[in-house]
């Protein structure tokens, strides 16, 4: 078995041959994170595959981000490097259930969550990420709005907006792992921290927070002057992250428990396997494609 310093060789070596970009998301390992041209939140990692002219996107994260690249350009090969990384939020919602919904809630304007499979975006009106949920939901035209498939996400945006909102009920299982105690616990023991948390959270642990931000927020919050401590609140590869950018901060997960084992499936043999098969890959129907783009395309012109 290779050393990391040879295996990330060969992934250089072999990625400008492919004129790849490495897309990874916050949550990937420390390792992965290194590789990459690019880190983000889905956010910005789908406006950096929107607008990227390499010919190869290796995505590093899950499934659905991956779809996203690939219905924003689908003239690229876009390679997921474990087929197995999906989101168990995503798959709380299908597209049959939504239609369901839609006939029983005639007009409601449908806001979706990134996170969902690219037939649930292909029904939805607009798609919408952490960063951008609210104003997503105030922009579009309509005052009543089916959010969709994350619940806490929702009820956050709710509790900022005068539209009527029908809430999915889907939630993160990683994100339920943290729990308001561990916030205040930490609080007690380091009382200059911030509390920044992910609104994946439950209501009860963003009530506790200063903050509730995406992690593409939580990365520019660390780098405020009046922040030298800080109690994350999400997934917990985004510290290596943190710790990189902000040397001299201290940064302390509000519980280890908050792993997403989909985004730790990924590893640098895949990365280096899937460079060398440009596999597996991962393609959207056109006919869905076509309608999922149309939702994202709304959300970025509103981002
Ligand atoms: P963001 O990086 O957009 O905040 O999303 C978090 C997440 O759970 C992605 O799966
Ligand atoms: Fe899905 Fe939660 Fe993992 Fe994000 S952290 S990919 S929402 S399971």
Redesign the pocket.
Known sequence: MKGNSGLVEEIVKLKEQRKAVILA???QPGEIQDIADFVG???ELSQNAARTEARVILFCG?QFMAETAYILSPDKTVVLPDANAG?PMADMITAEKLREKKRELPSVAVVCYV?SSAEVKAESDVCC???NALRVVENINAEEILFIPDQYLGHFVSKQTAKKMYLWPGY?PTHMKILPEHITGLRTKYPQAKAVV?P?CRPEVIAVADEAL???GMVRYARRDDVSQMIVGT?IGIIHRLKKENPGKEFMAATRKAV?PNMKLITLEKVLWSLQEMSPEVRVPEETRLRAKTAVDRMLQIA
């Open positions: 998301h916050n949550y939140d889905s956010l899950v989101c996170n990420t952490s960063a993160c992910h994946e995406s992690t593409g997934e997403c």
